[in-house]
């Protein structure tokens, strides 16, 4: 029996739909890629303040439904709610003030290798403002470097602020990155694979990182991982998806590694 069948969709569906404060809201969401069909009329609702982790194997529409979700890409049909705000019919340009509230941290980090790492978070900034000088170190306000300096210092890395990220380690250019994030100054943080390039270590401490930004600073993590352990201890839900549908949704503590494992099976 596929783990799809074990669970009851629209039972979970149901459990979801009735949580308030939401950040997240998608209803029968679908998307195509010519002939296959990633995702299959999927609804789910995160809670703001949570720490929410996406599971399922390569091609079950993990990424798919982060990027429909904030629309940086265009769903085929369904609705999405982003901050209680519906995406739906608005001009790129008012998503785009919608998503400022969305900080976003991928497995490979796009930053610019040959800029510092104090840079680097400056430009988080771009997303809440309309200035291109930001992309010059020197151009920005001095309220902004002493901002991006706070980011490091959140991520443990201001002593290296004027470093090249080319000189970096993966884990510190994961954590430039999460701190670039921060310049956002998030509410929701979308993480997708932030950990799969990195050694064990490293992939730890990021998300040791991330479980302190949802603690302390309250903002919403959703990271996806093949990580089943990662899922387990740090994530206070796991959502799972299957061939596009969504097969699970329930309390860490109410699902077992071993049930997981049914997923990339």
């Not at 995702?39 to 703001?48: Q, T």
């Not at 265009?74 to 995406?87: Q, S, W």
């Not at 997708?192 to 990021?206: F, H, K, N, R, T």
């Amino acid at each position: 029996m596929s783990v799809a069948e074990q669970y009851s969709v629209n039972e979970h569906v149901k459990v979801t739909s009735e949580i308030i404060g939401s950040c997240i809201k998608v209803q029968n969401l679908s998307k195509s890629f010519g002939a296959n069909q990633v995702l299959k009329g999927v609804s789910l609702k995160i809670d703001e303040g949570s720490m929410v982790s996406l599971i399922g194997a390569n091609g079950s529409g993990k990424s798919t439904l982060l990027r429909s979700t904030v629309r940086l890409i265009e769903p085929d049909a369904g609705e999405a709610y982003l901050f209680g705000t519906k995406l739906n019919g608005l001009s790129q340009s008012k998503i785009s003030k919608v998503r400022r509230n969305v900080g976003f941290v991928f497995q490979y980090h796009n930053l610019a290798l040959r800029l510092s790492a104090l840079s680097n978070v400056i430009h988080g900034a771009l997303g809440r403002s309309n200035s291109p000088r930001l992309w010059m170190q020197g151009f920005a306000p001095q309220e902004l470097r002493e901002q991006a300096l706070e980011c490091l210092n959140t991520v443990g890395l201001a002593h290296i602020a004027r470093r090249q990220v080319r000189h970096l380690s993966g884990g510190q250019s994961q954590r430039v990155a999460v701190a670039r994030a921060l310049m956002q100054k998030p509410k929701l943080i979308i993480a997708d694979e932030p950990v799969a390039s990195l050694d064990p270590q490293s992939g730890e401490e990021i998300m040791e990182l991330f479980c302190r930004l949802n603690q302390e600073n309250g903002i919403t993590i959703v990271f996806t991982s093949h990580n089943l352990e990662h899922a387990t201890q740090y994530a206070q839900r796991i959502v799972g998806l299957q061939s596009g549908v969504l097969a699970l949704d329930q309390a860490t503590d109410d699902v077992s590694i071993a049930e997981l494992r049914g997923f990339y099976e």
